[in-house]
DNA sequence: ACAAAAGTGTTAAGAATACACCCATGT
DNA sequence: ACATGGGTGTATTCTTAACACTTTTGT
């Protein structure tokens, strides 16, 4: 009944990368636009996806030519949501599928139309252009629940860590603190972690033993933490 | 960069209607193909989506013109996940953006093009076009999960129902029986239910008492069942 | 009286929570 | 010796799981 005559919507894709460290906690990658619509504001990386290429393509080509980085260096890519969003272009709706990507370590390169791709942490963000705070809300809430039943948290740590910095990166995303000891319990009991010979010593207090996940794919659990 | 040449991919979406009863357990509304590609096939309703409407409307237009249902009938519509599918067309690649819907009683008017509506119940599936078997697969996923920590089931109860028909649309959709007193004491401790005066004589036992849901829309809460 | 589904409690095992001190190191 | 973060165990409470008989009705 449409053939011939038929018109699809705008498709655009947005990325929300988050990354975890140390120093800084949880931190989500943004871009300041550089012309109309919102110019000047801060928004999440997202551009055309068109004709022959996939969404998850055009992720990847969006967040290496706007965001400044490159896919192959996150742990974890997954698809979020779609969303019917507010018209990026003023001429009709388009519709954005979103994804949520995960690493660590990630400096991003200059993006190349000058959009000032950073981290920003998550306690001191700066307004979001479009729908964009909406979607970064329901992003983190995502990450927050599987948090609690996946190993997910691979895709963020180094590749080797203590478990003190495994623990704080966890308070991070959940948002409360944890208690020491059966914290530990239950991530050792969840089978994801597997110890190695080596030490972290650091400053003027004992060194810690330090873990590596067992896997570096998605894994199911049973609760990890309460 | 892609303004004025930019061509955006099909879109479609696909809609996976679930319904439960007494008599069939869990079925599913398929619609069997009536043109190439996929001619004779049952398939999951589905159509495209054109520039100027969103692709919640573009699920209720479709369902209602090939499924013949009107979404108002359902208790529950929520977005699935979005396929970059195997093309629908020939010509290119097709993004389709799914949904799930839950309702009861929902009696298929023909489609608009004698695409033969039908309730199957999910023991005895015909083979499906496309990657539909996936995204089934997919929406049976998500749903059991929701079983086990919302009230999900109100959308494919009767207003009045018992705790053993109740009990019975878990089983279905959990695909395992669960013990009796537990259950009974897990679902009204949960606190989705109201106890009516009503009661239900069927046959030569004792009769039972009717249940009604306390709110008929999406509510979380802990572990329902184990 | 009997057949058929409704309804009801208790016990044991396992999981979650709360909580405080010693250990190894650098300065 | 002291300051710092690393590392460890137990008791209590709560949750889950397993399990069988009595009640009410229609025929």
């Given at each position: 009944?449409?053939?011939?005559?038929?018109?699809?919507?705008?498709?655009?894709i947005?990325?929300?990368?988050?990354?975890?460290?140390?120093?800084?906690?949880?931190?989500?990658?943004?871009?300041?636009?550089?012309?109309?619509?919102?110019?000047?504001?801060?928004?999440?990386?997202?551009?055309?996806c068109?004709?022959?290429e996939?969404t998850?393509d055009a992720m990847?080509r969006?967040?290496?030519?706007?965001?400044?980085?490159?896919?192959?260096?996150?742990?974890?890519?997954?698809?979020?949501?779609?969303?019917?969003?507010?018209?990026?272009?003023?001429?009709?709706?388009?519709?954005?599928?979103?994804?949520?990507?995960?690493?660590?370590?990630?400096?991003?390169?200059?993006?190349?139309?000058?959009?000032?791709?950073?981290?920003?942490?998550?306690?001191?963000?700066?307004?979001?252009?479009?729908?964009?705070?909406?979607?970064?809300?329901?992003?983190?809430?995502?990450?927050?629940?599987?948090?609690?039943?996946?190993?997910?948290?691979?895709?963020?740590?180094?590749?080797?860590?203590?478990?003190?910095?495994?623990?704080?990166?966890?308070?991070?995303?959940?948002?409360?603190?944890?208690?020491?000891?059966?914290?530990?319990?239950?991530?050792?009991?969840?089978?994801?972690?597997?110890?190695?010979?080596?030490?972290?010593?650091?400053?003027?207090?004992?060194?810690?033993?330090?873990?590596?996940?067992?896997?570096?794919?998605?894994?199911?659990?049973?609760?990890?933490?309460?």
């Open positions: 009944m449409y053939s011939g005559e038929y018109v699809p919507p705008t498709l655009t947005d990325s929300v990368v988050f990354q975890w460290s140390a120093e800084q906690g949880l931190s989500v990658l943004l871009i300041q636009r550089s012309y109309e619509p919102f110019m000047g504001a801060w928004a999440l990386p997202g551009g055309y068109a004709a022959g996939t998850r990847s969006v967040l290496s030519a706007k965001g400044g980085i490159d896919t192959d260096r996150l742990g974890l890519v997954e698809q979020l949501y779609t969303f019917d969003t507010v018209a990026r272009d003023p001429r009709g709706h388009a519709v954005s599928v979103t994804y949520t990507g995960l690493g660590r370590d990630l400096k991003p390169a200059p993006g190349d139309t000058t959009q000032n791709p950073t981290f920003w942490p998550l306690q001191k963000l700066p307004d979001l252009a479009y729908d964009h705070a909406d979607i970064l809300a329901y992003a983190l809430q995502r990450l927050r629940s599987k948090l609690s039943y996946t190993n997910v948290v691979y895709a963020l740590m180094p590749p080797l860590f203590t478990l003190s910095q495994l623990q704080s990166c966890y308070e991070a995303i959940a948002g409360r603190s944890l208690d020491k000891r059966n914290f530990r319990k239950k991530i050792l009991a969840s089978g994801f972690l597997k110890e190695t010979e080596k030490m972290h010593a650091t400053g003027a207090h004992r060194p810690a033993r330090l873990y590596e996940f067992q896997q570096q794919t998605l894994q199911t659990s049973d609760h990890i933490y309460s």
